[in-house]
């Protein structure tokens, strides 16, 4: 199925000097106070690319108090909203000059496509830096109409120190869909990347030192979950949490929130995203949104469309054309710009997903096509397609996280919704059809917060990102995800002897 990296394309790429390997504390990159270390894995080879500093409690309690000064007694509070914006536009402007090594380090880290790094991610993530730079001058509140004599408005604050977790699919974009709203906002901020995924942000938090970001207002703590994690959300002096990952976890974020000093949570936890293709869909341009919706990022992204819906008209042909598309797709080494999928990010994750095609075959859905590891070595999976499942299967209920698409056939658009709708994520959905009509019962009809019509992935910086049910809430993008690091203050004053209130 499609082909497979070889040697001779690994090394012939130059894979980047990994420069910045300790946490990144107060403006300084040093030691964790252990003087512990972790390996940081590269899923092409299952090689150790470099050992990085484990941060935990102690840590992230250092990384706490300089976020706390800085924002307590530090200037990025308190400068106009117009010279953070200087400072986030300077950032931007170093992350374009290091587009190469960036997209390398996400590609070494986390199986990433280089060529996809390179022209989306990293330009993206820039992108994202700009558009909440350009928020930063217009935060304000409003001027309101009370009913007695009194003069009151509203002002809008920075929340204070955030905690960021950030996930290993989207190492770059995800970051910034967070740091920078909250930059913007004049909070100050602690990160916890991914522990398979750390060497783009200690680049980054290395990054915002040059651009003149003042110390303390960005620290980066690498370590593992159970420990840097849990001591981020449960840290009594972290007024606000957000958290990208699954809902097991999300659920212990929320708790330790609660059970500390109740920091403000926003969740991002997946998803088991439908896609519905009806009749009057053009079969090649349905088909390639389906096969693109399930195998970008090799599966793993939150809004994969990994339920596919396929009208009875035209479902023989959906997967006809299916089946060849993905008998053309090519696994291979991620530095290969002709390579389409990369290996998963690391053992754990490839032996998962695997687990869950066991699963699929046990619980009687059809494998039609893929379902096997690819090469000796590496984290490789086949594009994988099963059809017939039920929402009951572990297949149609969980979220996989790999190139695995579960595929059935609808009568009615009725029957579409409600399978649609039959899970307990609600992310993102697609519908592919020529008619308005059906386009806006369906989109109004599927309980998620992102429906894509006769597209798929179409994500913008202005465009709001937030889940239904367990798929968390909070936005992130929009300037939806800028309010979420801002409280609204209430100011009165009495007013006397006004001709009008």
């Avoid at 390997?21 to 390996?39: A, M, Q």
């Avoid at 409003?142 to 007695?148: A, E, F, G, I, Q």
């Avoid at 097991?248 to 403000?264: C, D, F, H, Q, T």
């Avoid at 993905?326 to 032996?351: R, T």
């Amino acid at each position: 199925m499609g082909s497979h990296c070889d040697d001779s394309i690994v090394s012939s790429v130059k894979i980047p000097t990994i420069k910045f390997t300790k946490l990144f504390i107060n403006g300084e990159f040093v030691d964790s106070i252990s003087g512990k270390t972790f390996e940081t894995i590269d899923p092409r080879t299952g090689d150790v690319i470099a050992r990085i500093a484990e941060g935990d409690e102690e840590d992230i309690d250092l990384a706490v108090k300089a976020a706390r000064d800085a924002f307590d007694h530090g200037p990025w509070p308190r400068l106009p909203g117009s010279e953070r914006a200087k400072i986030m536009m300077k950032f931007a402007d170093l992350i374009d000059q290091n587009v190469e090594e960036l997209a390398a380090l996400d590609t070494i880290d986390a199986g990433k496509l280089f060529s996809m790094g390179k022209a989306m991610d990293i330009p993206q993530v820039a992108a994202t830096l700009r558009y909440y730079a350009g928020a930063a001058d217009k935060i304000h509140g409003d001027v309101l109409k009370m009913s007695r004599e009194f003069h009151a408005y509203t002002l809008r604050e920075p929340i204070g120190v955030v905690g960021h977790i950030i996930p290993w699919n989207y190492p770059s974009t995800l970051l910034f869909m967070k740091i920078s709203p909250a930059l913007a906002a004049g909070c100050t901020m602690v990160v916890k990347p991914a522990e398979q995924t750390p060497l783009s942000a200690l680049y980054y938090a290395h990054l915002a030192k040059l651009a003149g970001m003042p110390n303390g207002v960005l620290n980066v703590v690498t370590g593992f979950g159970p420990t840097a994690g849990a001591a981020v959300s449960t840290h009594m002096d972290i007024d606000a949490i957000s958290f990208t990952g699954s809902p097991e976890v999300g659920r212990k974020v929320m708790k330790a929130a609660a059970e500390s000093n109740l920091k403000v949570v926003s969740l991002e936890l997946g998803g088991k995203s439908p896609l519905i293709i009806f009749d009057d869909a053009d079969v090649d341009v349905a088909a390639q949104l389906a096969l693109t919706g399930i195998l970008f990022n090799k599966g793993e992204i939150c809004v994969a469309s990994s339920r596919v819906y396929v009208q009875e008209g035209i479902y023989d042909e959906v997967v006809k054309k299916l089946v060849e598309k993905a008998k053309a797709w090519v696994v291979g080494d991620p530095f290969d710009p002709e390579v389409q999928q990369g290996p998963q990010v690391d053992k754990k994750q490839f032996e998962r997903i695997l687990s869950y095609i066991e699963h699929g075959k046990r619980e009687g859905a059809t494998l039609l096509i893929g379902g096997k590891p690819l090469g000796g070595k590496g984290y490789y999976i086949e594009p994988t397609i099963f059809t017939d499942f039920k929402e009951e299967m572990l297949i149609a209920k969980d979220e996989i996280f790999g190139p695995v698409m579960a595929l059935a056939k609808f009568k009615t658009i009725e029957e579409a919704i409600e399978r649609a709708n039959k899970s307990r994520y609600g992310l993102a959905a697609g519908i592919v059809t020529k008619d308005l009509n059906v386009a806006n019962t369906v989109s109004r009809s599927i309980r998620a917060g992102t429906i894509w019509i006769n597209c798929y992935f179409a994500f913008d910086n202005d465009c709001p990102f937030a889940g239904y049910k367990m798929s968390g809430f909070g936005s992130d993008f929009g300037l939806d995800a800028l309010h979420k690091y801002l409280h609204v203050k209430s100011v009165v004053t009495p007013i006397y002897n006004t001709p009008w209130l």
